[in-house]
Each structure stands twice: as C-alpha cells, then as structure tokens.
C-alpha cells in the first residue's frame, strides 16, 4: 500500500511540474509578445525586446528540460542513488 501512495506522490509531483511549465511558458509568450509591440510601436530599428527574450528563453529551455526531458529516464537512477548516499551520509552524522 505504501508503494501506491509513493506513487502516486511521484506522479502528482511529476505533473505539477509540467502545469508549472506550461504556465511559465505561457506568461514568457505573453510578456515578451507585449515586449515587442511596445518596441515596434516605439522605436522599430532596434529590436532590444529580443535581449529579454533570449536570456528569458533560456530560463524557459533549463525549466522545460526539468519537467519534461531529464525528470525521467537516466537521470532517474542518478537521483535514486544521490538520495541513497545522502542517507547514508546523514546515518554517519548521528
């Protein structure tokens, strides 16, 4: 019984982080979408909204790479094992 409730811990974490994701991604278009049509309706030679947009971006790709990309698979065991020598870490504190 313990495996399922563990389970399912994982999976609402797991989808939480994928709303999260979408939300993030969805306020990042909207704002820099504002961004750009105040610079075109300003000042259209320079397109300085790009700059927000590119570091902004990245933040979007790193988080979008935790949600959905790395959260499964081979990073998986790497994560299982830091947990395990943490613990083991911890036990030799006491």
């Known amino acids: 019984m313990e495996k399922k409730n563990e389970k399912l811990e994982r999976a609402q974490k797991a989808a939480k982080g994928k709303v999260d994701f979408i939300r993030h991604l969805i306020i990042y278009g909207s704002v820099i979408?504002?961004?750009a049509i105040?610079?075109?309706i300003t000042d259209s030679r320079h397109q300085w909204w790009l700059w927000p947009a590119l570091g902004w971006g990245i933040g979007v790709f790193f988080h979008f790479l935790s949600s959905?990309?790395?959260?499964t698979g081979?990073?998986?065991?790497?994560?299982?094992?830091?947990?395990?020598?943490e613990m083991e870490r911890m036990k030799k504190e006491d």
């Open 33 to 35: 979408l504002f961004l």
């Open 38 to 40: 105040i610079n075109n």
């Open 68 to 71: 959905w990309g790395f959260r």
């Open 74 to 85: 081979r990073l998986k065991g790497l994560e299982k094992r830091l947990v395990e020598k």
